[in-house]
């Protein structure tokens, strides 16, 4: 399930269009309405079939040639050189584009310099090993809330345990990973209760092994830098590449001055091409001698959401059972 709606995602990021402009326009009230066939799918089955045909004939079957090739953002691919775009002020090229270092710049600082920076930035291998497990309370918004900011809480312990909760007025949003296990629970969702697996399971994780981040640079391998200069609002940032355990690729931007973490973007896989996943960090204060970013906005391709903790609470107990599989919510306030 998660792989189909990332898929669903990079088709909508590649040809900026929204669930109905492929489904019918009662899909959004019975989602049987959904399986109805219509043009537009058809079409689209069409050119996923075109393009695996081009990567099969042309590139030995690798994933090169995708929905965004040609589109970039537009349903109808522009054939004709534009000499406003040929003559006018290049467009800054997006950093999130840069996945792998062609010719990575000798003289830039190596992953493990940039890295021991950030530990060093948060507060140090000591106090960090010193943060077990804490809790907080906060508001979180996002498309599925129509940004209205609602209740929300944290819960995380080391090694590796996260869940978050959302409280909506009706029924209940909770994603956890226990260690090894992904889910999320949502009542508004077709589907109140999904095991997340592949790149979506690696995003959970991840997002786990940085609420306490001294052990990053043994869970993420094959570490790259010396990518090109880039700036994050105004910001000169230091970039780093690793890699996942199930595979997927991950960039993070590091504050050239500070040396703290502002941006993940993770590229997780699914059967037509990488999919970004972007979580900038912002609002570091310090908790129990750890700076701690208290404010994240991720944005995905069929997404977006922002947490602000507004109470951190560090090294208390948390019940075993808050990083449990969650049942799917009751259509009612929790």
């Known amino acids: 399930m998660d792989e ?185 969702s077709l589907l109140p209760l999904v095991t997340l697996t592949g790149g979506e399971l690696d995003a959970v994780t991840f997002e786990a092994e940085l609420a306490f981040p001294a052990k990053i640079k043994q869970y993420l391998t094959g570490w790259r830098a010396g990518f090109p200069p880039t700036t994050l609002d105004d910001h000169s940032v230091l970039v780093v590449q690793g890699t996942a355990p199930a595979g997927s690729r991950v960039k993070l931007f590091f504050d050239k001055d500070s040396g703290l973490l502002v941006r993940t973007v993770m590229f997780t896989t699914t059967v037509i091409g990488l999919n970004p996943r972007e979580i900038d960090y912002s609002d570091y204060r310090d908790v129990a001698g750890v700076k701690i970013p208290f404010k994240w906005t991720a944005v995905w391709t069929d997404g977006r959401s922002e947490f602000e903790m507004t109470d951190v609470r560090p090294n208390v107990a948390i019940d075993a059972a808050r990083f449990g599989k969650p049942a799917p919510p009751k259509s009612g306030n929790p």
Not at 23 to 37: F, I, L, V
Not at 51 to 79: E, L, M, W
Not at 92 to 117: C, H
Not at 126 to 141: D, E, H, N, P
């Open 4 to 188: 189909f709606m990332a898929t669903m995602g990079f088709i909508a990021a590649s040809l900026s269009l929204n669930c109905l402009d492929c489904h019918t326009q009662d899909s959004g009230r019975d989602p049987a309405k959904y399986a109805e066939d219509t043009p537009i799918k058809q079409t689209a089955r069409k050119m996923l079939l075109m393009v695996k045909q081009i990567n099969a004939q042309n590139f030995g079957g690798v994933r090169t040639v995708t929905c965004y090739t040609c589109h970039r953002s537009d349903v109808a691919p522009r054939f004709t050189p534009s000499l406003a775009e040929q003559y006018g002020t290049p467009p800054e090229r997006d950093p999130n584009d840069i996945e792998i270092a062609q010719q990575p710049d000798p003289a830039a600082p190596s992953a493990d310099q940039i890295l021991d920076k950030y530990i060093q930035a948060v507060g140090g291998a000591q106090r960090l090993a010193s943060l077990t497990s804490f809790t907080a309370t906060g508001t979180y918004s996002g498309y599925d809330t129509d940004f209205a900011k609602l209740p929300a809480e944290v819960y995380a312990k080391a090694p590796g345990l996260r869940a978050t909760v959302i409280h909506p007025p009706i029924g209940q949003g909770t994603t956890v990973y226990d260690g090894r296990n992904g889910w999320v629970a949502a009542a508004n």
